[in-house]
């Protein structure tokens, strides 16, 4: 069940930056925890964040702690994932899902989830 938006993947070069963004119509993501996940081809889907709904965030991804970063904009319902000096392995499929619960890496915490959105690193 897709309820969840995801926008702003492209192809970009080696240490451009891009900004991701997940919203929704259907509920306020401000009450929800939000993860931001990947999946490259031929391997499993990764957690890389979560804020949770006192906006503390958790990086699950040591590739990306430093490089990337979590934010909301309650007024816009959106969550955004900031990613600089992008990588080409960092080229995946970028989710966004929601969860009840605490934050955490587990995928089966989080119960709508987007469609994904492509980012491809490369020069």
């Known amino acids: 069940q897709s309820q969840l938006v995801e926008r702003g993947g492209d192809s970009v070069q080696p240490g451009g930056s891009l900004r991701l963004s997940c919203t929704t119509s259907?509920?306020?993501?401000?009450?929800?925890?939000i993860g931001w996940f990947r999946q490259a081809p031929g391997k499993e889907r990764e957690a890389l964040f979560c804020?949770?709904?006192?906006?503390?965030?958790?990086n699950y991804t040591d590739s990306v702690k430093d490089r990337f970063s979590i934010s909301r904009e309650n007024a816009k319902n959106t969550v955004y994932l900031q990613m600089n000096s992008l990588r080409p392995e960092d080229t995946a499929v970028y989710y966004c899902?929601?969860?009840?619960?605490?934050?955490?890496?587990?995928?089966?915490?989080?119960?709508?989830w987007g469609h994904g959105t492509q980012v491809t690193v490369s020069s």
């Open positions: 899902a929601s969860t009840h619960a605490t934050c955490s890496a587990n995928r089966t915490d989080f119960g709508s």
């Open positions: 259907e509920f306020t993501l401000d009450s929800y925890g």
């Open positions: 804020i949770d709904t006192t906006d503390r965030s958790t």
